[in-house]
């Protein structure tokens, strides 16, 4: 008979597993999921799960989209590859630049894609450093980002990124790049008022460009709209406009991430919308596929894109782009997501249904160990503390939050753990609040046997 168990696919060791405890794997195996459909996933053994993560915050529109597979196959079997390089093009990757610029925030005209999320962030950093040069400016080069601002994996974005664990072992930041402090409103440095972090942030930011010589040795500043892998950091109402306005008087570019933040995630269609910002850069990703084929873009200001063609000399290219930029199968994945997006009224949902969520969530504060609850759309988080009252944290080495993630799993969710005993919520958007209601009713499980054998042991 055949044994199926052992001809199962394990590679502990072959596959070396992204922002992954390595030896842990290797002596767990990988959890393996084989099928999705909506909201829900199935692993190898059978089990469904609800997906309280949407894969890794980019599966919006669900599994299971018969009209994008649909997409993909006409696309793939008609011209499966077409270079962008030496002014060649394809119809969905040229449509699909158009409809960016005509959704996204009116100050963003151009579309450079990528192929995901750290690449867009390392393309628009290069980026910037190639509009200074060219514009006589090339001492304008340190950027600015966010303690626990997250930007990608790139050895730039990375070095961006304000999380020390992406630093550790790897030689990270990089010379000009430097960090400010999150608004982080549960543990600010600031204060707690809206008032208070919002002025902070701004004098943080003014102190910092003074330091490193001014604004004509700073290029740019970036920032998330809500902070993600940091933890799911909501910053106050007004935050992200006053930032803006703050960049623009101290002449430096204002540079939003909305790899996460992007189609329909808050609540709008770009985070930017809820307060009208227009930002210099912005880099997407995710959800611009769902998931469903790798692609991310930068889309760019008209300033910048007319000074890549007007202050280059004629005989030289662009020298910067990828095999698969603007790849036609990813593309035209993309224009049948946007049209989900809008004929579903995704953003919309997100909204209603995550209000829904940020309530159920809240009512779980009773349990001693929810120390802060916040989100914004269908993005959130619970802070796990070891005092409600005095917010301490639990020891560090307790490992709460991986614990709840594993109780939570074995309940038949899936949510994600962060550092610092943060549990985040990013469920796909076509969620119901029956659904939600069930996800909260798993996760209060979860909870409440993690804490049954903390307290055991
Ligand atoms: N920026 C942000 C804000 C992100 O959340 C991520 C991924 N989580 C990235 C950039 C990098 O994207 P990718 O993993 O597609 O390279």
Same mark, same amino acid.
């Given at each position: 008979m055949l044994d199926l168990a052992n001809s199962l696919p394990n590679a502990t060791h072959q596959f070396v597993h992204p922002f992954t405890q390595l030896a842990e794997v290797e002596a767990s195996g990988p959890t393996v999921l084989v099928a999705g459909e909506g909201v829900r996933v199935t692993d190898r053994d059978g089990r469904e799960l609800l997906d309280g993560f949407a894969g890794l915050w980019c599966v919006n529109i669900g599994y299971g989209r018969i009209e994008v597979v649909e997409a993909a196959r006409q696309q793939m079997s008609k011209l499966p590859y077409a270079s962008s390089f030496f002014g060649f093009a394809n119809e969905p990757a040229l449509r699909l630049a158009e409809e960016l610029v005509r959704l996204s925030p009116e100050s963003l005209q151009h579309v450079f894609f990528t192929l995901g999320g750290s690449d867009a962030v390392d393309s628009t950093l290069k980026i910037i450093r190639y509009f200074f040069n060219v514009t006589s400016r090339p001492e304008k080069k340190h950027v600015i980002g966010l303690e626990r601002g997250y930007h990608g994996v790139s050895s730039a974005g990375a070095g961006l990124t304000g999380l020390s664990n992406c630093h550790l072992f790897f030689d990270l930041p990089l010379p000009y790049q430097h960090h400010i402090p999150s608004h982080y409103r549960y543990r600010s440095t600031y204060g707690s008022t809206d008032a208070e972090i919002i002025n902070g942030s701004i004098d943080a930011l003014q102190a910092k460009v003074a330091e490193l010589g001014g604004s004509s040795k700073v290029a740019a500043f970036f920032c998330e709209p809500v902070q993600g892998s940091g933890g799911v950091i909501v910053p106050p109402e007004g935050w992200l406009a006053a930032m803006r306005d703050a960049c623009a008087k101290l002449d430096i570019l204002f540079v939003v991430d909305e790899v996460i933040t992007g189609f329909g995630r808050t609540g709008q269609l770009f985070a930017c919308d809820w307060e009208r910002v227009e930002p210099d850069l912005m880099t997407i990703a995710k959800g611009l596929t769902s998931g469903y084929s790798p692609m991310g873009a930068v889309l760019l200001s008209d300033e910048i894109y007319r000074a890549l063609v !007007? @202050? #280059? $000399? &004629?005989? %030289? $290219?662009? *020298?910067h782009g990828f095999t698969y930029t603007g790849h036609p199968v990813s593309a035209a994945v993309a224009l049948a997501c946007l049209e989900i997006y809008e004929r579903e009224q995704l953003p919309e949902n997100a909204k209603v249904v995550g209000a829904h969520l940020l309530k159920g969530l809240e009512a779980l504060r009773e349990n001693p160990w929810i120390g802060d609850v916040r989100g914004k759309g269908l993005l959130a988080a619970i802070e796990l503390v *070891?005092? @409600? !009252?005095? &917010?301490a944290p639990f020891e560090p080495g307790l490992g709460v939050s991986q614990l709840v993630r594993k109780k939570a799993y074995e309940n038949g969710l899936i949510v994600r753990a962060f550092a610092d005993n943060i549990i985040g919520l990013a469920p $796909? %958007?076509? #969620?119901s609040e029956d659904d939600v209601d069930q996800m909260l009713e798993r996760l209060a499980r979860a909870i409440h046997a993690a804490k049954i054998e903390l307290d055991a042991a």
């Open positions: !007007k @202050q #280059v $000399p &004629r005989d %030289l $290219p662009f *020298a *070891a005092n @409600q !009252k005095t &917010r $796909p %958007l076509i #969620v």
